[in-house]
T-cell receptor, first 113, second 113 residues
Framework: GAGVSQSPRYKVAKRGQDVALRCDPISGHVSLFWYQQALGQGPEFLTYFQNEAQLDKSGLPSDRFFAERPEGSVSTLKIQRTQQEDSAVYLC???????????FGPGTRLTVL | GQQLNQSPQSMFIQEGEDVSMNCTSSSIFNTWLWYKQDPGEGPVLLIALYKAGELTSNGRLTAQFGITRKDSFLNISASIPSDVGIYFCAGHHTNDYNNDMRFGAGTRLTVKP
């Protein structure tokens, strides 16, 4: 595809469930970023990959959040034992290189009941 | 939390009017960017600014990177209905250890025909 895709677009989880959110970056993009966007707020940085290496995970809010990009392409953000405060839109972005323009996907809206 | 102070929070204007919004930060950034986000979509880059003092235009949009590297503004001239959306400023900071982008809370623009 031409752009960044994310799946699922919507996810409803019961508190305590684990969820996995997928990001397909633009083909050939080296850098991949995850953001969390709460309602009415701007996106907040979670983590950054360069190829398969996770170079910065300083934004992950707790050890329940885990991200991987094992082959340097598709990435998965996993949230274990979801809590209500995890409800947000999770955005993925990719860029050709670390300093280049980031292109965002449509996001996954997670609702934790 | 958000490190950038973006104002105004919302604007209601008539079609044809000019719009101005700005962003300030306590931190210095390498790059300032302005994004627009429509409902259910990810942010789309409008303008990127790479040098302090830089003034850049993109059609009816003009943005400036403040001399102190701690602020930026975005102007939209002769607004049209499709300008409706949420505008976010973002500061991009990169070094050997991290690569993260910080967003403002957004300016919600409504344009009345």
């Amino acid at each position: 595809g031409a752009g960044v895709s994310q799946s699922p677009r919507y996810k409803v989880a019961k508190r305590g469930q684990d969820v996995a959110l997928r990001c397909d970056p633009i083909s050939g993009h080296v850098s991949l970023f995850w953001y969390q966007q709460a309602l009415g707020q701007g996106p907040e940085f979670l983590t950054y990959f360069q190829n398969e290496a996770q170079l910065d995970k300083s934004g992950l809010p707790s050890d329940r959040f885990f991200a991987e990009r094992p082959e340097g392409s598709v990435s998965t953000l996993k949230i274990q034992r979801t809590q209500q405060e995890d409800s947000a839109v999770y955005l993925c972005a990719s860029s050709p290189g670390p300093l280049d323009t980031q292109y965002f996907g449509p996001g996954t809206r997670l609702t934790v009941l | 939390g958000q490190q950038l102070n973006q104002s105004p929070q919302s604007m209601f204007i008539q079609e044809g009017e000019d719009v101005s919004m700005n962003c300030t930060s306590s931190s210095i950034f390498n790059t300032w960017l302005w994004y627009k986000q429509d409902p259910g979509e990810g942010p789309v880059l409008l303008i990127a600014l790479y040098k302090a003092g830089e003034l850049t235009s993109n059609g009816r949009l003009t943005a400036q990177f403040g001399i102190t590297r701690k602020d930026s503004f975005l102007n939209i001239s002769a607004s049209i209905p499709s300008d409706v959306g949420i505008y976010f400023c973002a500061g991009h900071h990169t070094n050997d250890y991290n690569n993260d982008m910080r967003f403002g809370a957004g300016t919600r623009l409504t344009v009345k025909p």
